[in-house]
């Protein structure tokens, strides 16, 4: 009992600011107890610490084999495709899922990028969930985005022990970017490759 009077003594000695901030980070701690609000804060967190991805440097691009061209996946109706359909094309890669807070956090970028970008590149975001989960949460946030599923192994060149993971590949089958993790797709270097690779 001594040590809280002691610690409140303490608290009445701080600024208007200090008191603050302590309320703050004490109301914080007890959000991130709570299942639910635990979440959106680790959301709203990755979408803060999110940056610009970087392209790769010409000569460490990896190209795409005829074999990664193959790999097929199935819209939300269950239609198949395979890469190779969209060959010829950009396309921006984003493999996610509905619970994972760095996933949710880009989204609003992707959806911006797609907006701008839709009908020049192909845009493939692909999640492991049933059509239903999915089309419920794009429903609730707006988002308008084309969402498949795996239908074989994904190709080597798109492993990835963690997801988000995203890759812009280049027309002509090239990896431009790989960025692991949230990112800001919608910042102006990465509309700026855009534009590049779909004038390419």
């Given at each position: 009992m001594q040590y809280f009077k002691k610690q409140w003594e303490v608290f009445k000695k701080k600024s208007w600011f200090g008191k603050t901030s302590d309320i703050l980070f004490i109301l914080l701690l007890i959000a991130l107890l709570i299942p639910a609000s635990r979440r959106e804060i680790r959301t709203f967190m990755s979408g803060l610490l999110a940056s610009s991805p970087s392209v790769i440097a010409g000569d460490k691009q990896a190209a795409l084999t005829p074999a990664d061209y193959q790999w097929g996946f199935t819209d939300m109706d269950g239609q198949e495709f395979k890469l190779a359909d969209f060959q010829g094309?950009?396309?921006?890669?984003n493999f996610w899922a509905t619970w994972c807070p760095p996933c949710i956090a880009e989204m609003p970028d992707i959806q911006d990028l797609y907006?701008?970008?839709g009908q020049q590149a192909v845009f493939i975001l692909v999640s492991d969930e049933s059509p239903e989960v999915v089309q419920a949460f794009m429903s609730r946030k707006g988002f308008n985005m084309p969402v498949y599923r795996h239908r074989y192994a994904v190709p080597e060149v798109?492993?990835?022990p963690t997801i988000p993971v995203t890759f812009i590949l280049s027309a002509d089958g090239r990896v431009v970017v790989r960025k692991t993790g949230a990112a800001k797709w919608n910042?102006?270097?990465?509309i700026s490759l855009m534009n590049e690779l779909i004038g390419q």
């Open positions: 094309k950009p396309v921006f890669l907006d701008k970008f798109f492993a990835s910042s102006s270097s990465m």
